[in-house]
């Protein structure tokens, strides 16, 4: 018999229990996940209406589709902060746009705002704060990075904003320590705006507690009227202004997005460098040197930008009245191609159907009515609260951008909206009519 020094024990199985309780505490991004799940329902043969991804409808502008051919050569590594030329037009163009005191060696270059933003929540130590609702990576990238996060409850009455008494009432109940505040305008899931004087107090509470700002202006070029205002006007040494080209240039799929990092914070830009440099290393070269096209604007891209935010503005304002008129809480937004509507007027007739929460709403809708959306609750409200998040996207953004250069932006009225963008029309019909 072996003695008890020569038993051995046989090492553990690989299974998912090696997993980290953070990542087994997740579950696949609701906005992709939703994606996926439309693409199987149609491949199944079932009429659906894909509200649910946030993708542009649009194809990405012609020129710049040619300068990513012109690039397809180009198989360098290209320096982990991004490539010099296209540092360059990140820097101009929010010189530009917005008066930032930027220079080149203030821009980040990474494979998707997302992916910089999970670097950034990586390497800052810091607890993180956003505004409910907020778009849903923000906070389950804090998790993955093991900080702490905060939501701060906003208001429907004014838009959902996140006010500065808020905030402010909010750090001063945290923990002293680093804190980093997500602060996304025009929003996702909402399509509204900060207003300017929000963001001067906002900015204001912001320095008085000495914390860091990103500010998400991914579809800032998407807003409907042009406005530019960025908290970093006001609070420009604290603040990342993050963007790239996946909305305004409808090129989700390139996986390109940009940080304009106050000089103030090199130190915080030289970490994530660092961590680039371990992680992705350099974001696709073609891609880059065809972004720099994308980001240099001109003539071609005020053109593009005029036909599509006609499109979004009369499309977004279209639907959101015929929510109302089906009884829902909402308002026409400002920017990009989201609503975010309330149906709690609804809530008994929708209780009495066995419709108790915002996960129940979706389920039910996509279920009855094949119209795909997104429940509130992904957005950090609460469950009970009737609220979900749909895109206005589902529509041939070719054929449309084609037919109001053909006719002139004046020709973008309910008549376009009915030849050209018929099938989110059809599908907020069947949303109203099912609610009510």
């Not at 198989?75 to 540092?87: A, K, T």
């Not at 702490?148 to 008494?165: F, G, Q, V």
């Not at 914070?265 to 290393?281: G, M, N, P």
Request: glycine content about 8%; hydrophobic content about 45%.
């Amino acid at each position: 018999m072996p003695n008890e020094q020569q038993m051995t024990v046989s090492p553990p199985r690989p299974d998912a229990s090696w997993i980290d309780e953070n990542v087994r505490a997740l579950s696949a991004s609701p906005t992709l996940a939703i994606n996926e799940l439309s693409n199987r329902l149609r491949r199944e043969g079932r009429t659906i209406y894909k509200l649910g991804l946030g993708q542009s409808p649009f194809p990405v502008p012609e020129h710049v589709v040619e300068a990513l051919k012109a690039s397809a050569h180009e198989n360098d590594y290209l320096p982990v902060r991004g490539l010099p030329e296209l540092r360059v037009a990140v820097a101009a163009h929010h010189r530009a746009t917005q008066g930032l005191d930027l220079t080149p060696e203030d821009i980040l270059i990474g494979p998707g705002s997302k992916e910089l933003m999970f670097l950034t929540q990586l390497v800052l130590d810091a607890e993180l704060f956003v505004p409910s609702p907020s778009w849903v990576s923000y906070v389950p990238q804090a998790r993955l990075a093991r900080r702490s996060a905060t939501w701060i409850p906003t208001r429907r009455e004014e838009h959902w904003h996140l006010m500065p008494n808020a905030l402010a009432a909010a750090l001063e109940r945290a923990e002293a320590g680093p804190k980093l505040l997500i602060l996304n305008s025009p929003s996702n899931p909402n399509g509204f705006r900060i207003d300017r004087d929000v963001l001067e107090g906002l900015a204001s509470v912001a320095r008085e507690h000495r914390i860091v700002v990103i500010a998400d202006e991914i579809y800032g070029q998407l807003d409907h009227e042009g406005c530019v205002d960025s908290i970093a006007t006001f609070y420009p040494e604290g603040t990342i202004v993050s963007s790239g080209l996946s909305k305004w240039c409808s090129a989700g799929g390139w996986r390109l997005g940009t940080f304009a990092i106050a000089p103030q914070l090199r130190w915080l830009l030289d970490a994530l460098s660092i961590v680039a440099s371990e992680t992705f290393s350099a974001v696709n070269a073609p891609v880059q040197h065809a972004a720099v096209t994308a980001f240099r604007g001109g003539p071609a891209i005020d053109d593009y930008l005029r036909h599509t935010r006609a499109i979004l503005r009369a499309l977004g304002t279209r639907c959101a009245a015929m929510l109302r008129a089906g009884g829902a809480l909402v308002e026409a937004p400002h920017g990009g191609f989201y609503l975010f509507p309330d149906f709690t007027p609804h809530a008994a007739a929708l209780s009495a159907r066995g419709v108790r929460s915002s996960s129940e709403l979706c389920r039910r809708l996509l279920d009855e009515t094949g119209v795909a959306t997104l429940p509130g609750s992904a957005f950090g409200r609460p469950d009970d609260e009737l609220t979900l998040r749909l895109s206005y996207v589902d529509f041939d953004g070719a054929a449309a951008v084609a037919g109001a250069r053909h006719q002139g932006v004046a020709s973008v009225n309910d008549a376009f909206l009915d030849a050209y963008c018929a099938r989110v029309l059809e599908a907020i019909t069947l949303m109203a009519r099912w609610v009510a």
